[in-house]
């Protein structure tokens, strides 16, 4: 019994089995808050684990490399440095906090569940994925740029046919494609920073992309989509927007029927 207890807290065995979890699949550094966050079944016993197994021990390095290629196998969890590339939607809708103080709860309720109803099907038809949900506003993860534009558009127009107590909201939309880290069943890293700028940048109820989004839409799909591509440029008077690189270009989407008919500095691609 001694011997087993002396291997188990051994540091040179704790060192190699977790360099040993770096080849495993999924998130190598699987069992700190970040990696657990959630509520899923590999994180509840990840957790659990954190609680209850002695650390720097052999037994909780095993434990956790078991439940690491667990969440991997059920969570299809990304390791690193191998990011795949995918393409981030944020939404919110435009003066939320402002209308709700007037509304009242009931309303504010109303209306966040009839713009859930609206909004999710057609992000999750399209095959992409909600992320996380915050408030009157979510995140959702697609593979491919020009569908998740294609679902976005639609998702904006269902929310302009909805009436609450005679308040019709606004949504904007951000979308920015990169190689976000997949942690659980979150995402970080400073592609989703950009995309929740990219959002911000929507300020009248539009939709945003960013220039590597756009670069990702083929020509002839412009098309098939209804829109044109605008550059944004920066306000004269505006300050630099923070977490954002000085030559990060953004796009606002126009649909046909929102562009005058020859608008000057329009493009129809990257």
């Known amino acids: ?39 899923g079944g590999p994180s509840a016993a990840a957790r ?9 021990a052999v037994t909780r390095e ?21 990011n795949a590339e995918v393409t981030l939607v944020f939404t919110d809708l435009v003066g939320f906090s402002t209308w709700s103080l007037g509304a009242g709860d009931d309303a504010t309720l109303r209306l966040l569940r009839r713009v859930a109803q609206v909004v999710e099907p057609p992000l999750l038809e399209a095959g992409g994925h909600i992320v996380k949900r915050m408030g009157d506003g979510l ?3 697609f593979t491919d740029a ?6 976005a558009i639609e998702a904006r127009d269902a929310v302009k046919s909805l009436d609450v107590d005679g308040y019709t909201p606004r949504m904007r939309v951000g979308i920015h494609t990169g190689r976000p880290q997949r942690i659980g069943s979150d995402w970080l890293g400073i592609d989703v920073n950009l995309a929740a700028r990219v959002m911000e940048r929507a300020t009248r109820g539009e939709l945003v992309v960013s220039g590597a989004t756009l670069e990702r839409i083929p020509d002839d799909e ?4 209804g ?34 008919g020859a608008e000057e500095g329009v493009v129809a691609g990257g």
Not at 16 to 22: K, M, T, V, Y
Not at 48 to 56: F, G, I, M
Not at 222 to 225: D, E, I, S
Not at 241 to 260: E, I, K, N
């Open 1 to 39: 019994m001694g011997w087993l207890m002396g291997v188990n807290h051994h540091d040179g065995v704790v060192a190699f089995l977790r360099r040993a979890r770096r080849a495993l699949p999924g998130d190598p550094d699987f069992g700190d808050p970040l990696s657990v966050s959630g509520v």
């Open 48 to 56: 659990a684990a954190d609680r209850y197994l002695e650390r720097n």
């Open 62 to 82: 095993v434990s956790l490399g078991a439940l690491q290629v667990w969440q991997a196998l059920t969570e299809r969890v990304s390791g690193r440095p191998a």
């Open 139 to 141: 995140m959702a993860v």
């Open 146 to 151: 020009t569908t998740a534009v294609r679902a």
């Open 222 to 225: 412009f098309q098939t989509l």
């Open 227 to 260: 829109v044109t591509a605008k550059k944004l440029r920066r306000p004269v008077f505006a300050g630099k927007q923070d977490g954002v690189p000085g030559d990060f270009a953004m796009y606002r989407l126009r649909t046909h029927r929102q562009s005058p």
